[in-house]
C-alpha cells in the first residue's frame, strides 16, 4: 500500500478505534468513510454502510435521501411522511469497491457493476449480506415513493477505488461506460455514473472529511451593522450570486455542502415550492437579473470567525441559518446566473449559542417547522455542551467526550471521531439506555427524534444522563473496534446500552428529572473508567443476555418486541 495512503489509514484506525482488526476490513472502512463523507457530513455509523462476507463485489453501500442518510426502510419512510405536498428530494444510491492494490483491474470494475445490477434486479434471490439487505429494503420504499423523488427514478454512483493512479489512456474508460449502459437498461435509475477513485482522489475525500468549511468570497458593497450586544461583528454584503454559488454554496467536487445548512431547521422545501418557483422564475428571465437584489431577502451567514479585507469576506465553521430556499435555488440554476445577478448577505461573527438559537427560531418560524426540528436551539442542549467541556482537565483525559452542536465544530483539532457526540448520535444513545427504546435507536436518528422529540433534551433533565449515556457507547464501541467485545454483537450495541445500565446501576431508575439520578448515574460513569480492556467486562456480561435470547437479525432488533424480551430475561 501507498505509504500516504497507510498514514492516513492508521489515524482513521486510531481515529475510529479499530486498530486490531485485519488491514483490508480496515481500509474498506476508510474508503467508505471518505466516499460518504463526501455526500453525508455529519456523523454516521460506518459499519451501517459496510458490508461483510456474501457482497456481490459491493464493499459499501449508502442511501442518501435529500440530506439524510438512511439506513433501514423504516426511516426511509420517515423522511417521506415528513416532506410536503408536492415535495420532491433526490434519492442517490452509493456504490463502493476498494481495493488495496496499485492497479485498476478490469475485471473487477465490471464485477462491482454486474453486483450492483444483480442486487438492484433481485437477481438469485437476493443477497445475503445483511447490510444489502437493508438496502433492498431501502429500496423498495423508494420505488414506492417515486412520485415525491426527483426526477422519478433514484440516481446511482459506483466508485471503484485503488491505492494506483487512474490514466485516461488505461483503456479502461469503456469497461465504465458499458456498467453505465447495462445499468440504465434496467430501468431502474435516473442517472448512473461510474467513477475510478485513485490515490490522490481518495486523499482529496479524507483531507475533506478532516477539513473545517472555510470561505472566501469578494463583496460589491459592504456596510458595518452598529454595535450588537452579542455580536462581535456583523455586516450586510452585495455579493455577486454565481461567486457566492461557486465559494459558498459549492464544495471542491462541485456538490451543494448540506452542512452549512445543519442549523438552519427547514430543508430545501423542492423546486415546486410556490416562493422556489418565483425565485426560479427570477433567475430565468435575464431582464429581471438586474432587480434580484432588491427582490430577494438574501442570505444570512454566521460565523465564529469573520475577517474582512479590502473587498473580501472569509468565514471558517460557517451556517447558514436563514436563506436556505434562496441559495439552494440559486445553487441548482447555477448556469443561468450572470453577473448582473447579486445576493443581499448578512455575514455575523458570534460565538453565543444563544443568541444563534434565536436567530434560527427567528428566521425560520414563518413556516410550519416541526417543534422536533429545533432540538439543537434548545437551552438544555448548551447545558449538556457545557457538562460535557467540563471534563477538560488531565484527570479526566481519559474519560474526555466532545459534544459537536454544529457538523463539524471540532474539524481539525486532532479528536478521536469515537469521542465526539453529534445531538443525533447522543439522542440514539440517551433513548436507547434511559428511555428504554433500543429498538427505535436501531432504526436509526430520525426515527427516535420522530418518536421520542418530546422526551429528549428537556430543560428539567439531569445533564450526567446524556454524559453516562455517551460514556458507554465510546466505551462500547472501542471494545468492539479491538474485539475485547466479539464484532458480532455490534448490531445489538442499542441493547447493550440498555443492558450495561440495569446491571450496573439497577432497574429502578429516577426521574431524568431527580437529583438522586446523579448517584445512579456515577455507578455507570464508575464502571467505565478509566477504560481500556476493563471496560469491555459489562459489556462481555451484558452479551450472556444476548445470547440467552438467541439469534436476532436486524429486522427483529429494530422491533419493540425484541426490546420487551430483552428486559423480560433482565428482571
Known amino acids: 500500500m501507498h505509504k500516504v495512503i497507510a498514514s492516513y489509514l492508521e489515524t482513521f484506525s486510531v481515529h475510529h478505534g479499530i486498530e486490531s482488526l485485519v488491514e483490508s476490513e480496515r481500509f474498506e472502512r476508510f474508503v467508505n468513510f471518505a466516499v460518504v463523507s463526501s455526500f453525508f457530513p455529519d456523523q454516521f455509523d460506518i459499519d451501517d454502510i459496510t458490508t461483510g462476507t456474501g457482497d456481490d463485489s459491493i464493499d459499501g453501500v449508502a442511501v442518501i435521501i435529500g440530506d439524510e442518510l438512511v439506513v433501514s426502510a423504516d426511516d426511509a419512510s420517515s423522511v417521506f411522511a415528513r416532506l410536503r405536498p408536492r415535495q420532491q428530494v433526490p434519492a442517490r444510491y452509493i456504490f463502493v469497491q476498494a481495493k488495496r492494490s496499485e492497479s485498476f483491474d478490469a475485471g473487477e470494475m465490471l464485477k462491482l457493476g454486474s453486483g450492483v445490477q444483480r442486487i438492484l434486479t433481485d437477481a438469485d434471490g437476493g443477497p445475503s449480506d ?94 458595518a451593522f452598529p454595535a450588537i450586544e452579542g455580536v462581535t461583528e456583523a455586516y450586510l454584503a452585495i455579493v455577486p450570486a454565481l461567486e457566492f454559488v461557486n465559494r459558498v454554496l459549492a464544495d471542491d467536487e462541485g456538490r451543494i455542502r448540506a452542512s452549512v445548512f445543519d442549523q438552519n431547521v427547514r430543508a430545501y422545501l423542492g423546486d415546486d415550492n410556490r416562493v422556489n418557483v418565483k425565485i426560479r422564475a427570477s433567475l430565468q428571465d435575464k431582464s429581471a437579473h438586474d432587480r434580484f437584489a432588491v427582490l430577494n431577502n438574501g442570505v444570512t451567514v454566521v460565523s465564529p470567525d469573520v475577517r474582512v479585507q479590502s473587498d473580501r469576506i472569509s468565514v471558517k465553521d460557517y451556517q447558514i441559518v436563514n436563506g436556505c430556499q434562496t441559495s439552494h435555488v440559486l445553487f441548482r440554476n447555477r448556469e443561468a446566473l450572470t453577473d448582473k445577478v447579486f445576493v443581499p448577505v448578512r455575514v455575523v461573527e458570534a460565538a453565543d449559542p444563544g443568541l444563534i438559537a434565536r436567530m434560527v427560531e427567528a428566521t425560520n418560524s414563518q413556516s410550519n417547522v416541526e417543534e422536533s426540528q429545533f432540538l439543537s436551539t434548545r437551552p438544555f442542549v448548551r447545558q449538556v455542551e457545557a457538562y460535557f467541556d467540563a471534563f477538560d482537565n488531565e484527570e479526566d483525559r481519559d474519560r474526555r467526550l466532545y459534544f459537536e452542536r454544529r457538523t463539524r465544530q471540532f ?103 431527580s437529583g438522586r439520578l446523579e448517584k445512579y448515574c456515577a455507578r455507570i460513569i464508575d464502571a467505565f473508567s478509566p477504560g481500556g480492556k476493563t471496560s469491555a467486562t459489562p459489556f462481555l456480561e451484558a452479551t450472556k443476555v444476548i445470547d440467552a435470547l438467541g439469534n436476532a437479525n436486524r429486522d427483529r432488533l429494530r422491533q419493540q418486541k425484541y426490546t420487551e424480551e430483552v428486559k423480560k430475561a433482565l428482571a
Open 411 to 513: 474539524s481539525g483539532h486532532n479528536i478521536a471521531r469515537a469521542r465526539l457526540f453529534d445531538i443525533q448520535r447522543l439522542a440514539r444513545c440517551f433513548a436507547s439506555m434511559f428511555l428504554e427504546v433500543p429498538h427505535l435507536a436501531a432504526r436509526y436518528p430520525t426515527q427516535t427524534f420522530q418518536e421520542r422529540a418530546d422526551q429528549l433534551f428537556q430543560s428539567d433533565h439531569r445533564e450526567v444522563s446524556y454524559y453516562a449515556a455517551a460514556l458507554a457507547l465510546y466505551r462500547l464501541e472501542l471494545s468492539l473496534g479491538n474485539q475485547y467485545v466479539p464484532r458480532k454483537y455490534q448490531i445489538f450495541k442499542w441493547h447493550l446500552l440498555l443492558i450495561v445500565r440495569y446491571q450496573l446501576a439497577g432497574r429502578e431508575l429516577p426521574g431524568l428529572n
Open 130 to 223: 445483511d447490510v444489502l439487505k437493508d438496502f433492498l429494503k431501502i429500496h423498495e420504499v423508494v420505488v414506492a415513493n417515486l412520485a415525491k423523488v426527483e426526477n422519478g427514478r433514484s440516481d446511482a454512483l459506483l466508485f471503484y477505488v485503488t491505492t494506483g493512479t487512474w490514466h485516461e489512456d488505461n483503456g479502461l474508460r469503456p469497461q465504465l461506460r458499458y456498467v453505465e449502459t447495462q445499468l440504465k437498461s434496467t430501468g431502474l435509475l435516473h442517472s448512473i455514473t461510474y467513477e475510478p477513485v485513485d490515490r490522490e482522489k481518495l486523499i482529496r475525500f479524507w483531507l475533506m472529511s478532516q477539513a473545517p468549511v472555510e470561505a472566501t468570497f469578494p463583496a460589491k458593497n459592504y456596510i
